[in-house]
Nanobody, 125 residues
């Protein structure tokens, strides 16, 4: 499965962005979908994830209450709605998919086998 992330851009602090991740093929059954981000000189970090369809949603403490992950199984897409963006949210954002994700590892990048190419989000103060 190939993933295509889109929706990044340059915004000001307090603005919103919606990232979208489209999968190239229909994925049947339950699978893990995650969003991660990486800033220059830093390791890739967990942002949000969900067991799709219909499973729980998980968020990093730094984005709780501001970001929302959601999916549309009919369209093979997963979105990340980002509200009240702050300069520290600046990063390249990646979506990831894993059909056999282990719940205890859902926040770990190495648990995912398929990755999108990344989309840049820049938040100015």
């Amino acid at each position: 499965v190939q993933l295509q992330a889109s929706g990044g851009g340059l915004v000001q602090a307090g603005d919103s962005l919606r990232l979208s991740c489209a999968a190239s093929a229909r994925t049947f059954g339950r699978y893990g979908m995650g969003w991660f981000r990486q800033s220059p000189g830093k390791e890739r970090e967990f942002v949000a994830a969900t067991i799709w369809p219909g499973g729980s949603k998980y968020y990093a403490d730094s984005v709780k209450g501001r970001f929302t992950i959601s999916g549309d199984n009919a369209k093979n897409t997963v979105a990340l709605q980002m509200n009240d963006l702050q300069p520290e949210d600046t990063a390249v954002y990646y979506c990831a998919l894993e059909p056999r994700v282990i719940l205890s590892s859902i926040q770990v990048p190495s648990a995912y086998g398929s990755w999108g190419q990344g989309t840049q989000v820049t938040v100015s103060s």
